[in-house]
């Protein structure tokens, strides 16, 4: 039977078999230490025979696990008082050196490729720690709100233009050429639907799909995010929910600690006269195990129009929404859309994290009017209005006071773990330049593919 590395602690004196890869292979002439790497850790091994072992061999050690002497104990390893006493071992499977070493942190490593060779680049332990890390993140998410009666739902990923101010990626339709699905910038239009479907209360851990130009605290192409949107309630009650679930994950998974609960609530107007701009970071000395979370809220709803407003608009109109065209107006406000757009203020708030955005999200218009109004207040030509018929329609039919967030996933865990880029969180993330990891994509295709789609090359 298999014994993992850390669970030979409790197995001294005992025989053990363990399989792994060859970390680290120090040859000291009569003796050979092998450390083993396994996915509960590191463990040494001493060979007292030449197996011809190299790093990242597959390996099979069978030996006993011996205590080690006072003086080699090392303070630094789960596994730092035992060592394995190697009577048997085999190769079962021979490793290339690989490209990079492995037992480093990897951080001065070239990007492109730590990426080509992405399964390698995983095997080192700050990697596999931050896949573990984020997947207890998510199972914490979904045990919390499953608790509070919240129902996942997964919206689709082929459908129709849903704008976050962002390009969209586009898929050609072979059944109806000519035509295209859009891959969700977010599952907004479709959480808000299931609002009206009457399911009050919904997350969701989704990938939304951006093509805009990446940056440290941004992935191209994709990213995840813990969608959220609950009926009958104030934005009060979703800030309360967020804090809650963001506090006990700062404790539990990442044993860190929360700056200042409840997280302040800071007005936009504030925060750019106080820190200049409307994420910062409110911890005194910036130290790596305390979080400073803040929400930020008042926001106006609207912005200056700009060219890159891309479906915010036409690209003519003076506004553009400063979260997205669903946020509600505040109701103190909403006479002055008639009057003095800029002024209105709008009921978005953004979750910030030691100097990051990590999440937004607003109460939501859930009034054909006032929806109508936004559209043309953004510019919306024609054509633009056409495509969103479908919330308006559904508007006509019994929609809930609603309202939501969907802090990021791995701009969070980049924030929580201090880490440089939210790559260092994701498993397989495309270059900054948009290139797949390991596989090469985007590549071009053959022409009967083309053909097929009934698309042309340029
Ligand atoms: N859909 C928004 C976003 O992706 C979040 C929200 O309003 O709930 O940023």
């Known amino acids: 039977m298999r014994t993992l590395a850390v669970e030979a602690n409790h197995k001294i004196g005992q025989k053990v078999t363990l399989f792994g890869w060859a970390n680290v292979v120090r040859d000291h002439g009569k003796i050979t230490f092998i450390d083993l790497r396994d996915m509960s850790g590191i463990i040494q091994a001493v060979a007292k025979k030449d197996y011809g072992v190299t790093p990242e061999d597959v390996i ?8 080690r002497p006072e003086k080699l104990i090392n303070p630094n390893l789960p596994t730092g008082e035992i ?7 085999e190769i079962l499977n021979k490793a290339k050196t690989p490209p990079f070493p492995i037992e480093t942190n990897g951080l001065d490593i070239e990007e492109a490729l730590r990426l080509k060779y992405r399964y390698l680049d995983l095997r080192r332990p700050r990697m596999s720690q931050n ?6 993140m998510i199972s914490l998410m979904r045990q919390f709100l499953t608790e509070r009666h919240f129902t996942e739902v997964e919206t689709p990923i082929l459908t129709k233009t849903t704008p976050e ?3 969209d990626f586009l898929v050609p339709s072979r059944l109806q050429p000519g035509s295209f699905y859009a891959l969700p910038q977010s599952p907004q239009q479709y959480k808000q ?5 009457g399911l009050e209360r919904y997350f969701q851990i989704a990938r939304c799909f951006r093509d805009e130009d990446p940056r440290a605290d941004r992935a191209y192409g994709e990213f995840t995010q813990l969608d959220i949107e609950m009926s009958f309630i104030e934005q009060d009650d979703i800030l309360k929910l967020t804090e809650e679930l963001f506090k006990e994950i700062t404790e539990k998974v990442f044993k860190k600690k929360v700056l200042e609960y409840p997280f302040p609530r800071i007005p936009h107007k504030e925060a750019i006269k106080k820190y200049g701009a409307d994420k910062f970071d409110l911890r005194p000395k910036k130290d790596p195990n305390v ?3 803040a929400f930020v809220v008042d926001f106006p709803l609207f912005t200056e129009q700009t060219k890159e407003d891309f479906y915010h608009g036409s690209g003519s109109a003076k506004f553009a929404p400063s979260h997205h065209m669903f946020t509600a107006p505040h109701p103190e406000d909403i006479k002055l859309l008639d009057t003095d757009p800029q002024k209105v203020r709008g009921l978005q708030h953004d979750l910030v994290c030691n100097g990051f955005e990590v999440g937004g999200g607003s109460i939501r218009i859930h009034k054909r009017e006032i929806q109508e109004k936004i559209f043309s207040l953004i510019g919306f030509s024609k054509a633009q209005k056409e495509e969103f018929s479908h919330m308006l329609e559904a508007f006509e039919y019994g929609v809930p006071p609603h309202g939501g967030i969907a802090p990021g996933i791995d701009r969070f865990l980049m924030t929580a773990l201090a ?3 939210v790559r ?12 797949t990891a390991v596989m090469d994509a985007p590549s071009p295709v053959d022409e009967k593919t083309l053909k097929e789609l009934k698309l042309k090359k340029l």
């Open 193 to 197: 639907l299931l609002m009206v479907a």
């Open 165 to 167: 101010g962002a390009r």
């Open 424 to 435: 260092e969180t994701i498993a397989f993330p495309t270059s900054a330049s948009g290139q």
């Open 419 to 421: 880490e440089p880029s």
């Open 60 to 67: 099979k050690i069978e030996g006993t696990v011996k205590k």
């Open 83 to 89: 060592e394995i006493e190697v009577e048997n071992l």
């Open 291 to 293: 979080l400073a979370f």
């Open 131 to 136: 896949l573990k890390l984020r997947h207890q």
